[in-house]
């Protein structure tokens, strides 16, 4: 990603977070919607589809970490069970226990693995204002507890953090976990369409790592070019 610029992202994104943020705060339900659906799988996995066509090499680990934290998510969420509020209050569709929450978890996860990708400090402080946005519209809108926000930053970005370092030599190990895992949690709760998703990620980074050993290579280190 030759000549990219952190800036080219993080002001637009801060932009919008905050334009969000505010919106959240005073009521105003359809930019909060807007910001929430950012954080979802399905916004999260396709952005991280760009950036693996984009530069392979870089992000095909990193994937890994990221399907490995949703994973993990995922597999809290059923242990623990935790109800939603009251579905009489939701102003968006939600699925699946409520702890910890999976929109504010993927964020801080994405953006964890951004920032230790390419330790850029405006992406980081991008990134820390939209997972807060994603974090406080997923209480205004009435799906979560602040609890659940509060403890999926927290899971997110440390299991991210952690599995970063882990993806340089476990790269099949985590995608090996991750499926298994996920298709168990398919199988056991089939209602519960993410782990599906989750399963479906695993395998097409499995095909495209098979395809490129040694994926992280020493491109993945390097700062910004």
Same mark, same amino acid.
């Given at each position: 990603m030759r000549g990219f610029k952190p800036e080219e992202v993080a002001i637009p994104v801060a932009v919008f977070s905050l334009a969000a943020l505010a919106a959240c705060i005073t009521g105003h339900v359809t930019l909060c919607k807007a910001v929430t659906y950012t954080g979802g799988a399905g916004s999260i996995l396709l952005v991280l589809a760009i950036l693996i066509y984009k530069a392979p090499e870089r992000w095909i680990a990193p994937g890994a970490a990221l399907l490995g934290s949703a994973t993990l998510v995922a597999v809290i969420k059923v242990l623990v069970g935790a109800p939603r509020p009251p579905p009489e209050g939701w102003l968006? +569709? @939600?699925?699946? %226990? $409520?702890? %910890? $929450? +999976?929109? @504010?978890? /993927?964020? @801080?996860?994405?953006?964890?693995?951004?920032?230790?990708?390419?330790?850029s400090p405006v992406l980081g402080v991008a990134g820390a204002i939209h997972t807060? /946005?994603?974090?406080?519209?997923?209480? *205004?809108?009435?799906?979560?507890?602040?609890?659940?926000?509060? +403890?999926? !930053? *927290? !899971?997110g970005s440390i299991s991210a953090a952690l599995l970063h370092g882990a993806s340089m030599r476990g790269l099949w190990i985590i995608l090996a976990i991750s499926l298994a895992s996920s298709t168990l949690l398919a199988i056991a709760s089939p209602g519960y369409r993410t782990p599906w998703l989750l399963a479906a990620v695993a395998l097409a980074l499995?095909?495209?790592? $098979?395809?490129?050993?040694g994926c992280r290579g020493a491109t993945s280190s390097r700062g910004l070019k």
């Open positions: 968006v +569709g @939600a699925e699946g %226990p $409520s702890f %910890p $929450s +999976g929109h @504010a978890a /993927a964020t @801080a996860a994405f953006w964890t693995l951004v920032y230790l990708e390419y330790r807060l /946005a994603v974090a406080v519209s997923r209480v *205004v809108l009435g799906v979560h507890y602040p609890v659940d926000v509060a +403890g999926g !930053i *927290v !899971i499995c095909l495209l790592a $098979s395809r490129r050993v």
